[in-house]
């Protein structure tokens, strides 16, 4: 996929980085339980993430890892056991009333699914407009509501006419496309986008990613972007963080993570993901991990992956592994990996 569409977002991303501008998100060791005693589930467990304005950052990792309860959080609609979140320097959870109103403007998604997350009873103009029965004083009047419908269908590559039509009356990609208007009602500044594409033919995925691309270069909108598919996350991300039952294991920008991947759970994800680019090929053989994910009531000590690992040693078993990072040249963030032995030091 060409890189064209957002390479003016990621540079403009990365010099905020640079110049240490306060970022638009940081999440500071959140934790997230459900259930108690022996049903007690951890699905996230002390987890960090930094996201800047007009940025998108890849969030990668098995089913079951804490991406979508990750997600739930940022929304506001699980509050965490410990840890601090930080949006624009405020705290959303100690927010109520009229201010938690406009901080929830600020913050929307895009759905995985199209046909699901639609009501068929509703025209695409009704859709797009829904956000505005909450949120009254974003666009006031009928005729100003009708212009900014027009101007959103515009925005996604929808026609004018389209307004009146129903969900049924839509392709896959183009109700996709009107989840991604109705996300963009209120002017977030935070797209949170949940597998957004899984749901759609290979040539109607590029068409949305680049739409996607396109609105956070000419709305400076940043994203969260969750997906199991990576040559999704390597195309649209700026930065990737990658996810393990509960805990980020690996984080940086997208390249380094893709081309000099240091812990051995991220290395087998990516020999394992198809590659449409022949270009990006390796040429390394797929790694095949053995057993299945440990169940999130009961996780290894330790490092979490050990279990899976073939690299791993009596050390993983009896310590946790701390951060190991990594200044790569050109990259805005440390490459950080939480291993005992980083691959990358093989070759440093």
């Known amino acids: 996929m060409p890189d064209s569409h957002f390479t003016t977002a990621t540079e403009t991303a ?4 640079t110049q240490q501008t306060p970022p638009l998100l940081e999440v500071r060791g959140v934790t997230k339980t459900f259930g108690s005693g022996r049903r007690r589930l951890t699905a996230l467990d002390g987890v960090d993430i930094r996201l800047g304005r007009g940025e998108t950052l890849g969030l990668v990792g098995e089913s079951g890892c804490g991406k979508s309860t990750l997600a739930r959080v940022l929304l506001g609609l699980e509050h965490p056991d410990a840890g601090t979140v930080r ?32 009501n068929a009873r509703m025209s695409a103009a009704d859709l797009i407009g829904e956000p505005w029965r909450t949120h009254r004083d974003v666009v006031t009047g009928t005729k100003a509501r009708e212009k900014r419908v027009r101007e959103l269908l515009s925005l996604v590559g929808l026609r004018d006419s389209d307004a009146h039509r129903y969900p049924n009356e839509f392709s896959g990609g183009q109700r996709q496309r009107i989840g991604i208007a109705r996300a963009l009602a209120l ?36 994203y969260l972007f969750i997906s199991h598919d990576l040559s999704v996350v390597r195309y649209i991300s700026d930065r990737v963080t990658v996810m393990y039952l509960g805990k980020v294991i690996e984080h940086g920008d997208t390249e380094n993570v893709f081309e000099r991947p240091q812990h051995p759970y ?17 040429g390394d053989r797929e790694i095949q991990l053995q057993g299945e994910i440990p169940s999130p009531f009961d996780v290894p000590s330790g490092c979490r992956f050990r279990t899976r690992c073939w690299r791993a040693e009596d050390r993983c078993a009896d310590e946790v592994p701390p951060p190991v990072a990594r200044n790569t040249q050109g990259a805005a963030d440390p ?9 990358a030091t093989e070759s440093a």
């Open 335 to 343: 490459h950080t990996a939480w291993c005992h032995f980083p691959l």
């Open 266 to 282: 991220t290395q087998a994800l990516i020999s394992a993901a198809p590659v449409l680019d022949t270009s990006q090929a390796t």
């Open 14 to 17: 990365r010099a905020d980085r």
């Open 87 to 118: 949006f624009d320097g405020t705290d959303p959870f100690a927010l109520r009333g009229k201010d938690l109103l406009a901080w929830r403007r600020r913050v929307q998604m895009v759905f995985q699914d199209p046909f699901a997350s639609l």
């Open 187 to 222: 002017d977030p500044d935070l797209i949170v986008c949940d597998e957004p594409v899984s749901a759609l033919d290979l040539s109607v995925q590029a068409q949305v990613l680049n739409v996607l691309s396109e609105l956070r270069e000419r709305l400076g909108v940043a």
